[in-house]
């Protein structure tokens, strides 16, 4: 469930547990790091559990997400929530967040300065949650959260990919749910449907084991 999104000058908290994490959210709707802080929509930090075992990371808001303040809560979050349940994943017991914070103009891809400004506060929500496994939604994510390079198909290939700056968090990547979206018509897309689909619960198996 989203906390309050209100900011705070109080920096006498600790550095774990719901607190920190409170005071994290207060501090990305004071952040204007980058132009993206002048979007007009909501700050859009999390949803999901603060211990979650699996975290899923997207690339940034959309306008419904900008409007809520809520990550995947549009069309690409309802074809998310219709997937994770066809793939017995219980999306509440996920956190799910965006490498970017504010929704980029006209729904375009974050640019690198804007993802390297909203690095620190992912990687504070990965130190925060501890999750045993990152699933990455989208080309941008994977290649921000692994720094690394190369086009989604062989970003795909790789078994091996893990958190920049956490070895011990591997990343499983997936497509992400708008690109799904698009390719609904498409020849070929029950494939990309079923190997989304893989994924995900391979992503949920590692991360209880």
């Known amino acids: 469930m989203q906390v309050n999104q209100r900011g705070s000058d109080d920096r006498r908290v600790s550095t774990q547990g719901p607190q920190a994490h409170e005071f994290l959210v207060a501090e990305v709707f004071q952040c204007n790091a980058c132009r993206l802080c002048l979007s007009g929509g909501l700050r859009v930090v999390y949803r999901g559990l603060l211990d979650a075992k699996l975290m899923l990371v997207g690339e940034a808001p959309g306008e419904i997400e ?85 086009p989604m198909n062989v970003l795909l290939e790789q078994d091996d990919l893990c958190c920049y700056g956490d070895k011990n968090i591997p990343v499983v990547p997936m497509y992400h749910p708008a690109y799904l979206l698009r390719r609904l018509k498409e020849p070929g897309a029950r494939e990309v449907f079923r190997d989304t689909l893989t994924r995900i619960k391979l992503a949920w198996q590692k991360a209880n084991e």
């Open 66 to 150: 900008a409007q809520r303040g809520v990550p995947f809560v549009g069309l690409s979050g309802r074809l998310l929530s219709r997937i994770m349940a066809h793939a017995e994943v219980p999306e509440d017991r996920l956190y799910i967040t965006n490498m970017v914070k504010c929704q980029p103009p006209a729904n375009r891809d974050p640019t690198d300065d804007e993802l390297r400004s909203c690095r620190s506060f992912l990687q504070r929500q990965l130190a925060l949650v501890k999750p045993k496994v990152v699933l990455a939604a989208g080309r941008a994510a994977t290649m921000a959260l692994t720094a690394t390079r190369g």
